[in-house]
């Protein structure tokens, strides 16, 4: 029995491509007698299933593209990690606006920090617009 490393970025999403389970690929085991598994041309799995042991891939992205194994932007988080993340990111926080070139930093920890756009109301202050134009009208 042979056993087989596929190198590509941990944070990547995967499913199983048996039994559903879903995970990063850096969950994913060492593929077993990968020789046998593929086939010329074919898919190259992120890994093994650690629940079942079949292939596990990584999850495509909207437009039906395999997720590029690849760093995306500066911060290097591409693909469909820095989609799922910036996801994340926009559902637990709502009140905050946040792009899509947004800078991820991948912590220690079991998360990750995201750039955002905070709004601050300038009515009823020194910076208040309104009130800066009616004085210069005047």
């Known amino acids: 029995m042979s056993e087989c490393y596929i190198q590509c970025?941990?944070?990547?999403?995967?499913k199983c491509d048996d039994?559903?389970?879903?995970?990063t690929a850096g969950q994913?085991?060492?593929?077993?007698?990968?020789q046998e598994r593929l086939t010329p041309g074919g898919v190259v799995p992120a890994g093994q299933c650690p629940e079942c042991g079949a292939l596990a891939y990584l999850i495509e992205d909207k437009g039906?593209?395999?997720?590029?194994a690849d760093p995306g932007g500066d911060d290097g988080v591409g693909g469909t990690?820095?989609?799922a993340i910036l996801e994340m990111?926009?559902?637990?926080?709502?009140?905050?606006?946040?792009?899509?070139?947004?800078?991820?930093?991948?912590?220690?920890?079991?998360?990750?920090?995201?750039?955002?756009?905070?709004?601050?109301?300038?009515?009823?202050?020194?910076?208040?617009?309104?009130t800066a134009v009616v004085q210069e009208a005047a």
């Not at 994913?28 to 990968?34: A, E, F, K």
């Not at 220690?108 to 109301?121: L, M, P, Q, R």
């Open 9 to 14: 970025d941990d944070h990547l999403p995967v």
């Open 19 to 23: 039994c559903d389970w879903t995970g």
């Open 28 to 34: 994913t085991d060492m593929v077993s007698d990968i």
């Open 64 to 68: 039906g593209a395999p997720t590029p």
């Open 81 to 83: 990690a820095r989609e």
């Open 89 to 130: 990111a926009r559902e637990q926080h709502d009140s905050v606006e946040i792009g899509r070139n947004a800078e991820i930093s991948m912590g220690d920890e079991n998360g990750a920090y995201v750039s955002a756009w905070v709004w601050v109301d300038f009515s009823d202050t020194a910076l208040d617009k309104r």
